[in-house]
């Protein structure tokens, strides 16, 4: 078993930066991930990264904005997230998976999850 903690969150004019943090305790990880779901909406992949290369996914909606990264002493991945837009609006959270192989862009590949953080973009 794992546990993963968040931290960060904000509400920002759009154009600002913002990072959010996830720290794993546990249950090594293979691959860490960033979901965000907005109100109304199905939860949406936003990064991942493989915890031991740090090798790393984006979806094209943040792809050049957005930033995933790991340090592996602190157990801790990272989002830093630039020139946010009022569509990136969401509640962002963390997840990991402790298998070698999944479809890293669906939430079922993940089985733990942290307690969410909500980003607030205003235009």
């Known amino acids: 078993q794992a546990q993963l903690v968040q931290s960060g969150g904000s509400s920002v004019q759009a154009g600002d930066s913002v990072g959010l943090a996830c720290t794993t305790s546990?249950?090594?990880?293979?691959?860490m991930a960033w979901f965000r779901q907005a109100p109304g909406k199905e939860r949406e992949f936003v990064a991942s990264?493989?915890?031991?290369?740090?090798?790393?996914d984006y979806a094209d909606s943040v792809k050049g904005r957005f930033t995933i990264s790991r340090d592996t002493v602190r157990m801790t991945e990272y989002l830093q997230m630039y020139d946010l837009k009022p569509e990136d609006t969401a509640v962002y959270f963390c997840?990991?998976?402790?298998?070698?192989?999944?479809?890293?862009?669906?939430?079922?590949?993940?089985?733990?999850w942290g307690q969410g953080a909500q980003v607030t973009v205003s235009a």
């Open positions: 997840a990991g998976s402790p298998y070698s192989s999944g479809d890293w862009y669906h939430p079922s590949a993940y089985t733990y």
């Open positions: 546990g249950r090594t990880v293979s691959t």
């Open positions: 990264i493989k915890w031991s290369t740090g090798s790393t």
